[in-house]
C-alpha cells in the first residue's frame, strides 16, 4: 500500500495540469487594441500667451512608428474639429502656437495619424481667451432675421448639425440683416471671422 502512494500522487498532478494549461475562451484585451490609445500621445495644458497666442505642447509614447500629427480645434468639447495645422512627428516632444485662437472656449486634440494608417487620439484640453470681439449678433433663438452688428468686416458661415454649410456670407462693418426663414428649425453652428484681426467666434445658434 505504501508503494501506491507515490504513483496516485503523481497521476493526480499530471491530471490537473492540463485543466490549469487551458487558454481563455476569446482575444486577450491590450492596451494596443483600437485606435484611441491615449497612453500613445499626450497634449499637456495649454499656455495662454501674450499678444492673445495658445502653446500647445505634447509627447509621443514613440516616433519609431512614423506618420504626423492632426492638432485640432473646436469651440465646443463634443466638436466639431477642425484642423488647424498638420506637423510631421521628427521627435517625441512638439509644440505648436496656435497664433489667431477663438474668442472664449478653445477645445484641442491630436490625431496621430500612422503610416500603417492607424490613430491614436489624444485628450482634449481647453484654454479660455479673455477679451471679446468687437460684434455679436441677436437673438437666439431667432426666427426670420438674424441681426449682426460689428465694427468690422466680417465673413459669417452657418453651418447645421451635420456640418454643412447653409448660409455663407460677406458682410459690411456695422449693423447688417441676415435671412434665415428658410432654415429649418433646429441647431446651427454660427462662425464670425473678422476680415481685418483674423478673430473668430463661434457659438451655437437655435432656429425656431
Known amino acids: 500500500m505504501h508503494l501506491l ?14 485543466l490549469t494549461a487551458q487558454p481563455t475562451s476569446g482575444a486577450p484585451i491590450t492596451p494596443t487594441m483600437g485606435v484611441r490609445n491615449l497612453l500613445s500621445i499626450r497634449l499637456a495644458d495649454p499656455v495662454i500667451q501674450v499678444p492673445s497666442k495658445i502653446l500647445l ?14 492638432l485640432e480645434r473646436a469651440a465646443f468639447q463634443e466638436g466639431p474639429f477642425e484642423v488647424i495645422a498638420v506637423i510631421r512627428q521628427d521627435s517625441v516632444e512638439s509644440n505648436f502656437t496656435d497664433e489667431q485662437p477663438m474668442k472664449g472656449k478653445n477645445f484641442y486634440r491630436l490625431n496621430w495619424v500612422l503610416e500603417d494608417g492607424t490613430r491614436h487620439v489624444s485628450n482634449t484640453v481647453q484654454a479660455n481667451l479673455a477679451g471679446d470681439m468687437t460684434c455679436k449678433f441677436y437673438p437666439n433663438p431667432v426666427d426670420n432675421v438674424l441681426i449682426v452688428r460689428s465694427e468690422q468686416p466680417l465673413d459669417l458661415i452657418l453651418s447645421d448639425g451635420n456640418g454643412k454649410v447653409r448660409i455663407n456670407l460677406k458682410l459690411q462693418a456695422g449693423l447688417q440683416t441676415v435671412d434665415v426663414s428658410s432654415l429649418d428649425k433646429g441647431l446651427y453652428i454660427i462662425t464670425l ?4 484681426s483674423g478673430r473668430k467666434i463661434t457659438e451655437k445658434l437655435i432656429k425656431n
Open 5 to 18: 502512494t507515490p504513483f496516485l500522487t503523481v497521476a493526480i498532478i499530471c491530471r490537473l495540469l492540463p
Open 57 to 70: 505642447k505634447w509627447e509621443l509614447a514613440s516616433v519609431k512608428r512614423g506618420g504626423y500629427v492632426n
Open 193 to 196: 471671422t473678422q476680415a481685418e
